[in-house]
C-alpha cells in the first residue's frame, strides 16, 4: 500500500480532522511504520496455527439449569406492604405516565 498525500487527506476527511502539514508528515511516517511492520509480521510461517477469535482458552463454565426449591413465598410477601393471594399488590399506572 502506498502511503502518500492523497491517502493522508482522504484519512483526514474520513476522521473529521484537521490537519497541520507536520501532522501529516508524523501520520504518513507512522502509517509507513506499521505497514512495514504488518508485513514483518506477513512472512511468518503459521502453518499449523489454528485461527483464533481471541488469545484466551477459556470455554463457557455455566451451570447445568436445574429446577429446584425456592424461597419461601411467605418469607418473601412478610415485608410487604399489600399483599393479595400470594402476590405483590401495586398501584395501576397507566403506559402514557398519567395518573
Do not use: W
Not at 473529521?16 to 506477513?42: N, V
Not at 455455566?62 to 400470594?86: M, Q, T, V, W, Y
Request: glycine share 8%; proline share 3%; charged share 35%.
Amino acid at each position: 500500500m502506498q502511503i502518500d498525500d492523497k491517502l493522508i487527506d482522504y484519512l483526514e476527511e474520513l476522521s473529521r480532522l484537521a490537519l497541520s502539514g507536520e501532522e501529516k508528515q508524523k501520520i504518513s511516517s507512522d502509517l509507513k511504520k506499521i505497514l512495514q511492520y504488518m508485513d514483518c509480521l506477513g512472512q511468518l510461517d503459521t502453518n499449523g496455527v489454528l485461527g483464533r477469535s481471541h488469545p484466551y482458552n477459556d470455554v463457557n463454565t455455566f451451570r447445568e439449569d436445574n429446577a429446584g426449591a425456592s424461597f419461601d413465598r411467605d418469607l418473601i410477601l412478610k415485608n410487604a406492604p399489600d399483599r393479595k393471594d400470594g402476590m405483590f399488590v401495586a398501584p395501576k399506572i397507566r403506559a402514557d405516565g398519567v395518573d
